[in-house]
């Protein structure tokens, strides 16, 4: 109590001081903290299911191209889960909408069918009510719902006694027979943003659907005792034996298992582990510089210690003194650390990607609290230890006269280190930011193919029972919107490629060798209207777009890109060939490629054809809109809404807000690690600042001396910021060694970018060498103002 009563006054003594190392100590520990909470949440902790570890999800896998899909058909999920023995349960589900016009305008309600199993594989269990009973996937008049407990509480009021009592959506009753507990979250791939609200069972008859169309997600629990890979093995040997069965469909498709917790958090774990590492780095950097300041204020405790040493107080005894200043400084650091943690943490869940993870709620939890704990108590003893352990002069009589020096010259030797050491960790950090803003920039700056400035997107659809009312519904709506003020163009798609809309088909060219395989020969095929070019700007480079005349009883024509046309026609002109695709189509244009699912997307062999020659109901509406205008987006609604008010409206979204969330991941990544470099560099600089200053302090005598024989005063300048460039320069040396090795691990994360980028690391060294020559500008200055009478009386 003796010690934590002297430390106390000690840190009341000296406030500036103080101040300075907890506030640096909360910054370091706060950033720590506050990463380590979305670190533990998505990573150390456990999937909020039974066993989790068990539970898998099935992947369909293009063997030749390796490419991975989240659907598989469903007679092949039939045929896993009778044949696959290495599983408990298996269980799928399907994306399933249904329109609700509870508040008079209809509102599109985001749902799941299930197996009625689903839930007993994830092993959770219903806040009220109860879950759904096998027999509920028959076919009958009313459907049986699960709700959320959001859903419950926002549509229904918490109203218990709606469990067991039909309503109406739409045209469809439906009876809820339970309700979701409040932590539940369904496991949905971050990518697919489908958070369902509510849950029916899912009915299909797999023996008359085609094996060919891949629409249902499967999650599968493993037997007790049974490994991933045999049951990788296993469920192989089920694949091999439908693409045996089936070749017309199932040719090169496997099957792979992904631990459930892998595919829901496993593409941002690389990112969270090496933003965890910045942060570390900060840390040190943080430690390193209140290291300093210790060891400086114990230099200005010299005659104490000679006195404590005099009057026989043992290293050791000295130690423990010391360690009770650090951890109690390190306490009151840590201490405001949570408070940084908390302001962190809320602003990380302000800027996170919409598409970020978020299956486990992200917190300040005791788990958290015990490792902030223990960041503190570490840095406690590293920083107690430091000054402890420096070796003192052996004529304690000059230290009790007041003499300079007690530490001697191994103090002022550690002291550069931690300097050299600060912008050495400062220097990897900039580095790593510098690579991922690179990234990024590159990533944004990427060839689309398409302009999707100033285009909305809308999707929209019609109940239309034939051909004819749906297209008069889309030729009145295209009417409505090109009269719209502000409106340059509009075109529909049925599936639009930033949305991860897709249908692809096999082709044959008529009069071509056919394939060895159907799937040879498979393109996107998409169906548009006459101005779909236009309103993308997709440049048309041979023959022409389609027109208003191409409709379902014209002449079938459809419109390659190049890749296709070079890939299939070669030097041959594709205009005039005819393709096979369940009927002849004549090839009338060819059009420029574009990457058809964003910025990181590979060009692929697409078909277009008119969008009244497909048999689709829905679209998604574009509309290019002049610069600055306003309220289109308002009249756009309206106008839907008047034509068909009992469809409702999904959300407009501009094509580039789109764009923006699909690079918001590695934007978030970059801004992150921007900041702690920002961070580590303030206070590395700081620490640089601090070494020199203390260094001007300690040689006011010799720099009065040397003043007093006549030393000019850009001399004395030029010998301030030789010293702190000295220390910058060799921490930057250790800094590039130290970042040429790290930076290979980021290798997964960066785009366009070499892990050792010669600018990124050059211009990032001379950036830091720049601000360590401002650091040590303001302490060569004063001491170059040092009055030699003065400081020569001083002495």
Not at 177 to 191: I, L, N, R, S, Y
Not at 230 to 240: G, K, N
Not at 249 to 275: C, F, I, K, W, Y
Not at 463 to 470: G, I
């Amino acid at each position: 109590m003796n010690d934590l009563k002297f430390a106390l006054r000690q840190l009341l003594k000296n406030p500036g001081s103080t101040a300075v190392a907890v506030l640096t100590l909360a910054l370091g520990i706060g950033a720590n903290t506050a990463i380590f909470s979305v670190v533990n949440a998505l990573i150390l902790q456990r999937l909020p299911y039974r066993s989790p570890e068990q539970i898998v999800q099935v992947l369909s896998q293009n063997e030749k191209t390796e490419s991975r899909s989240v659907w598989i058909s469903p007679p092949d999920f039939v045929d896993l889960g009778t044949q696959c023995e290495a599983f408990q349960e298996i269980a799928g589900w399907r994306e399933w909408e249904l329109v609700d016009r509870q508040d008079g305008e209809p509102i599109s309600v985001k749902g799941a069918a299930i197996t009625t199993n689903l839930f007993a594989v994830l092993g959770v269990q219903p806040y009220l009510g109860r879950m759904f009973f096998s027999e509920e996937a028959q076919a009958t008049d009313e459907r049986t719902v699960i709700l959320t407990h959001g859903f419950w509480q926002r549509r229904f009021g918490a109203d218990a006694k709606i469990i067991g009592k039909a309503f109406q959506f739409g045209d469809q009753t439906y009876m809820p027979v339970g309700v979701t507990a409040p932590d539940f979250k369904f496991p949905t791939e971050p990518a697919s943003q489908w958070e369902p609200e509510l849950f029916v069972p899912l009915r299909f008859r797999p023996v008359g659907e085609d094996r060919s169309s891949s629409s249902v997600h499967v999650l599968a629990r493993l037997k007790p005792g049974v490994t991933l890979e045999q049951a990788q093995a296993e469920t192989s040997i089920v694949a091999a034996r439908l693409a045996s069965q089936y070749p017309q469909s199932n040719t090169d498709r496997g099957m792979r298992l992904v631990p459930l917790h892998e595919a829901l958090v496993g593409q941002v774990r690389p990112a969270l582990l090496m933003l965890f590492g910045a942060v570390s780095f900060v840390l040190l950097i943080a430690c390193a510089n209140v290291a300093n300041l210790l060891l400086a204020r114990a230099v200005s405790r010299r005659r104490e210690i000679a006195v404590r040493f005099v009057l026989g107080a043992s290293r050791f005894r000295l130690l423990r003194q010391f360690l009770t200043e650090s951890l109690l400084l390190c306490g009151l650091g840590g201490t405001s650390g949570v408070l940084v943690a908390a302001w962190v943490l809320n602003l990380l869940t302000a800027i996170l990607p919409e598409n970020f993870p978020t299956i486990v709620e992200i917190k300040i939890d005791p788990w958290v609290l015990g490792f902030t704990a223990a960041t503190a108590f570490l840095a406690g003893l590293v920083l107690g230890t430091a000054p402890a352990f420096q070796r003192g002069e052996t004529d304690l009589s000059r230290s009790l006269k007041g003499a300079s020096g007690f530490f001697g010259s191994a103090g002022h030797g550690f002291r550069n280190l931690l300097a050299v050491a600060e912008v050495a960790l400062a220097l990897v950090l900039s580095v790593g930011a510098g690579l991922l803003v690179k990234s990024c920039w590159l990533v944004t700056h990427i060839d689309l193919g398409f302009s999707p400035e100033n285009v909305l997107a809308v999707g929209v659809w019609t109940s239309a029972s034939n051909e004819a009312q749906r297209d008069a519904f889309y030729s009145e709506l295209f009417e409505r919107v090109q009269r719209l003020p502000g409106v340059e163009s509009a075109a529909g798609v049925d599936f639009l490629p930033l949305l991860r809309g897709d249908s692809r088909s096999s082709f044959t060219i008529v009069g071509h060798p056919l394939p060895a395989s159907p799937n040879d020969q498979m393109a996107h095929v998409r169906g548009i209207t006459a101005d779909y070019f236009r309103a993308l700007r997709i440049p048309v480079v041979k023959g022409h777009p389609f027109s208003e005349k191409d409709t379902a009883q014209s002449e079938k024509v459809v419109i390659l890109n190049q890749t296709l046309a070079r890939r299939y026609f070669g030097e041959q002109d594709p205009i005039g060939q005819l393709l096979d695709m369940n009927g002849q189509r004549k090839v009338v244009g060819v059009v420029g490629d574009v990457k058809p699912n964003g910025f990181e997307s590979l060009v692929v062999p697409e078909i277009f054809v008119p969008f009244k020659q497909r048999d689709e109901s829905s679209m998604q509406l574009l509309v290019r809109t002049a610069e600055y205008s306003r309220g289109v987006a308002g009249n756009l609604r309206a106008e839907i809404l008047a034509l068909n008010p009992a469809v409702p409206v999904d959300t407009i979204r501009a094509l580039e807000q789109i764009l923006a969330r699909q690079v918001a991941p590695r934007r978030f990544n970059a801004i992150l690690l921007g900041s702690f470099a920002a961070l580590g560099l303030l206070i590395a600089m700081a620490g640089i600042y601090g070494v020199i200053s203390y260094s001007v302090s300690q040689r006011t005598h010799e720099i009065g001396v040397r003043m007093a024989l006549g030393a000019q005063s850009t001399e004395v300048i030029k010998l301030i910021i030789k010293q702190g460039m000295t220390l910058a320069l060799t921490g930057v040396a250790f800094g590039l060694a130290l970042a040429s090795a790290i930076t290979g691990v980021m290798s997964g994360l960066l785009y366009g970018v070499k892990p050792i980028d010669a600018t990124t690391f050059g211009g990032l060294s001379l950036l830091l060498v720049v601000v360590a020559c401002l650091a040590c500008l303001v302490p060569a200055r004063r001491a170059a103002r040092v009055d030699p009478m003065e400081a020569l009386r001083y002495e």
